[in-house]
């Protein structure tokens, strides 16, 4: 009883395990990690990008180049990993309902999940 | 979580409207709000990758949509949410790491990257030739 008195939780909130997940500090050095690989990424494809026209040969001979496919997997790698931790912030923030927050943090995950597996398909079928 | 249960009362912090907008305030929900916008965006870009790899049929339909003026307005509002949350993601990892917390030269930055981002989205589609009627060094 000592030790819960010299916490500022309730002690009703120490025993449902409410609190750190201790997960804090990942997703904070993910974020960032993943952020400065996006300056180098994004720009590199903004730039390839240019490239794209009305026509698909114009867009797949870009992609099709080693180093450009490599730069959109590691580019759509990074990024949906970037958004999967971020929208996970906004879910957690406006969500409160146990239930729906648990399903939406589900739902992100495999859609961001879903859209990197496309990507790396994509460009592997393009290259092939 | 704290009425739940325990039916103390908690102290709750400053609801939105008692606060004076300022422009670091407008640049932290901006980088919320292209956060969620690049989400989408990304979405779109590899329907983009996607349409290429199925075939050319399948690309001249997503050419097709891409150039309706409505979808050219959501995408050129796509590529003001990137460059912006690109540049204030930046911005970011000096405050991150403690810099730049003074009020002035916070609100500088903030006005500097939102400059910026107007700026850089335009060049971008200057350059890319997606403007209508204006062709500057080759694109589409």
Redo the contacts between chains.
């Keep these: 009883m000592s030790k819960a008195k010299a916490s500022i939780r309730?002690p009703?909130?120490q025993v449902r395990g409410?609190g750190s997940a201790k997960h804090g500090v990942g997703h904070f050095i993910g974020q960032?990690g993943s952020?400065?690989a996006?300056?180098f990424l994004?720009p590199w494809l903004?730039i390839g990008?240019?490239t794209?026209?009305?026509?698909?040969?114009a867009?797949?001979m870009w992609?099709e180049v080693p180093l450009n496919g490599l730069a959109?997997f590691l580019a759509?790698g990074a990024?949906?990993y970037h958004?999967r931790l971020?929208?996970q912030v906004?879910i957690e923030d406006y969500i409160?309902r146990p239930i729906t927050r648990m399903i939406l943090l589900i739902l992100n995950t495999f859609?961001c999940v879903l859209?990197f597996a496309?990507?790396g398909?994509?460009?592997v079928?393009?290259a092939a | 979580m704290a009425q739940i249960g325990t039916g103390e009362q908690r102290p709750l912090s400053p609801h939105l409207q008692v606060w004076r907008w300022h422009v670091t305030m407008l640049g932290s929900i901006l980088h919320r709000a292209t956060g969620f916008a690049n989400y989408v965006g990304v979405a779109l870009i590899v329907l983009w990758l996607f349409a290429a790899a199925m075939g050319p049929g399948r690309y001249a339909q997503y050419e097709q949509i891409a150039a309706h003026p409505i979808t050219q307005i959501i995408l050129f509002g796509f590529t003001f949410s990137i460059v912006y949350h690109l540049l204030n993601g930046v911005r970011h990892l000096f405050l991150d790491a403690g810099a730049g917390y003074k009020p002035a030269f916070a609100s500088m930055t903030a006005w500097i990257v939102l400059g910026l981002s107007l700026i850089g989205a335009a060049a971008i589609w200057l350059l890319a030739g997606l403007v209508p009627g204006v062709a500057i060094g080759g694109g589409a």
């Design positions: 309730t009703r909130a409410l960032r952020a400065i996006l300056i994004v903004l990008l240019r794209r026209s009305a026509a698909a040969t867009a797949m992609i959109i759509l990024a949906t958004m971020g929208m906004v409160s859609f859209l496309v990507a398909y994509s460009v079928v393009i």
